[in-house]
């Protein structure tokens, strides 16, 4: 190929790529309008947070304010880093409602909301407390039902919640939390002592994904 042709190839090239970045905010604006922004499960900011309270499967983690960092409470000596509970604290803040399923006269058992659920007890600066409870994943396991406590409203909220929290829980001590239970999210054990290896109610899997 000669030279002339390579420079002109060149020059189209350039002034196709002008083109396109020329009328591409215009195609964007043509098509549907963006999606309005999503409701936040919880009104509240982190800074207004005092205290997390997660119970599950009979287990307890308490997370407290402490100046400008935080601590865990319960389980004493528990090491989990402080950068781990400040995410968890921003994922439960930051929870948005992806759908409002409803319950459609289903029972809590349906969506995980019954005894099995992680419920994440929310003590703010004034007082008030919040409850959200944490259930199974949806069908296609993106997301995870979830409702506050004294409504009967079924949402789809992401899985950063639920992720930080096993992260959470496997960073505790064992074998008592999380592993050697029966019904451990992270560990558990068969009905025999013998280590199962799975996970007690099917949340954790490919936790990463959130």
């Known amino acids: ?34 999606r309005p922004p999503r ?21 307890e983690v308490v997370l407290r304010r402490d100046g400008g960092s935080w601590i865990v409470t ?23 409602e992806i759908d409002r399923v409803g319950n459609g006269g289903r029972e809590p058992a349906t969506f995980g909301l019954d005894e099995r659920a992680t419920r994440i007890t929310i003590g703010l600066e004034d007082g008030r407390k919040d409850v959200l409870l ?5 069908p296609t396991g993106t997301a995870v039902y979830a409702r506050r406590a004294g409504s009967p409203d079924v949402l789809l909220v992401g899985r950063a919640v639920l992720y930080y929290e096993d992260l959470i829980l496997h960073a505790l001590p064992t074998p008592s939390v999380p ?8 560990g558990s054990r068969a009905v025999d002592g013998g280590a199962t290896g799975g996970v007690g109610d099917g949340r954790s899997d490919n936790i990463g994904s959130a």
């Open 1 to 34: 190929m000669r030279w002339q042709q390579v420079a002109f190839l060149y020059v189209v090239a350039v002034l196709l790529g002008v083109e396109y970045l020329r009328i591409s905010p215009t195609r964007a604006t043509d098509g549907a309008p963006d």
């Open 179 to 186: 592993a050697d239970t029966e019904l451990g999210p992270v």
């Open 134 to 138: 944490l259930g199974a994943l949806n």
């Open 74 to 96: 319960t389980p004493p000596n528990a090491g989990v880093p402080v950068d781990l509970i400040r995410a968890f604290v921003a994922a439960v803040v930051e929870a948005e």
């Open 39 to 59: 409701s936040r499960v919880l009104a509240v900011t982190a800074d207004a947070i005092q205290e997390l309270r997660l119970e599950r499967s009979g287990r």
